[in-house]
């Protein structure tokens, strides 16, 4: 077969790094893939919104599968593109349409699909520029800490904790009347704040029957002790302690299978990954929100555990049957610890010389924001490489990581040296 990946950061490289792997495999790409990717496959500079260029590519080069990795080219339309296209519509695609995208494209789309279908999540309601003032009357009526959501693709930046009432006023008004995130805020969702410890739950469907994937954590903040802004993700560890096979059972129960069947009672088709974040209070799950994509770091600690062909499974997506498929997991533990730039996710400089990534011998490197110019090795992006041990206990894991991560060399580097250190 020959497989198209779209994307470029360390999940399509983990993606990439696995597919390489499957005997089922004749030509793999990347568009447009990074510095690590090329190793894997052939990196192919097409854009991941680029839907014409994709497509000319796919059928010049014959490919099999398409594999979307981002959550933007689902948001838009990219399945739908091809569905649309008569010389097109026979090759399968990896990632919902657009419908099924709008559990991540909207907030708002995935609050109503979870409370038509009862599955458990923070209490909220939603309101527009036009209902601004209805906001700020409900706002009044409670308790804080509040969450304020974007309704729209924010770039990770459109989740808001606020501490004080003036506070949600402030960033209320900011949003709806001030379009502070853009057309993403023109509808913001108010919603109770949950306390407990997050994770992460995968699930890979065909629209029909679903399998789940191992659950990971993930590390958000850019500070050591979990301090400071929000990123994209510092690192994870895969499986997660605290989620043993009760807690799962009752993920499976109450948030899995009701997702699964609510998109079927709701005419959505859906061929791909979901991703469920959610919040382990007390013992129950309750869902934060949806991806319609995996995870980034999380892929770099799921993928490294799965011990048999990615490409099988997706094949059962793209045919339906995925329901026949079946896969086998390491019992060890993977932890990743992602390499920044100096400065992010707050401006920072790219162009920086990566050097001695060679010299990790025990942990796999997946590149994220680097690129290759000349030959040469530099960063790219605001995270950079992640890295991934396997070992057989989460404390072995972690240290092998971090040592790992302490030995690429790139000017203004940065990483958390603590990830998953909590969880011992
Ligand atoms: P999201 O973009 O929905 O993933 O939100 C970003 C982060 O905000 C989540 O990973 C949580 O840490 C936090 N968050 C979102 N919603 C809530 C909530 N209702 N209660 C507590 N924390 C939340
Ligand atoms: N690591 C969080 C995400 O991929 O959205």
Known sequence: MNILIVGSGGRESAFAWKMAQSPQITQLYIAPGNAGTSRYGQNIPIKVTDF???????????????????????????HDY??????????PVI?????????????????????????????????????????????????????????GLAAGKGVLICTSLEEAQTELKAMLADAKFGEASSTV?????????????FVLTDGDTYKVLPAAKDYKRIGEGDTGLNTGGMGSVSPVPFADNEFLDKVEERIIIPTVEGLKKDNIPYKGFIFIGLMNMEGNPYVIEYNVRMGDPETESVLPRLES??????????????VDRSFT??????????LVAGGYPGP?????????IESVKDSLVFHAGTAA??????????????VTALEDTLFDALQQATADAGRIYFEGKNFRRDIGFDLL
């Open 52 to 78: 014409e260029g994709i497509a000319t590519f796919v059928l010049e080069q014959a490919i099999d599968m398409v594999v979307v990795g981002p959550e933007e080219p689902l948001v838009k339309g990219i």
């Open 82 to 91: 091809f569905l649309n296209r008569a010389d097109l519509r026979h090759i």
């Open 95 to 151: 990632g919902p349409q657009q419908q099924g995208a709008q559990l991540e494209g909207s907030k708002d789309f995935s609050k109503r699909f979870m409370a038509r279908h009862g599955i458990p999540t923070a209490a909220s309601q939603s309101f527009t520029r036009a209902t601004l003032p209805e906001g700020l009357a409900y706002l009044k009526t409670q308790k804080l800490p509040i969450v304020l959501k974007a309704d």
């Open 189 to 201: 969702v108010i919603e109770e704040h949950l306390s407990g410890i997050e994770l992460s739950v």
């Open 309 to 322: 062909d990615l490409v099988d499974l997706l094949q059962g997506v793209a045919q339906g049957n995925l």
């Open 329 to 338: 997991l390491s019992p060890k533990t993977a932890a990743t610890v992602v």
């Open 348 to 356: 920072y400089e790219s162009g920086k010389v990566i050097s001695n």
């Open 373 to 386: 110019e000349d030959g040469v090795v530099k960063t790219a992006g605001g995270r950079v490489i992640a």
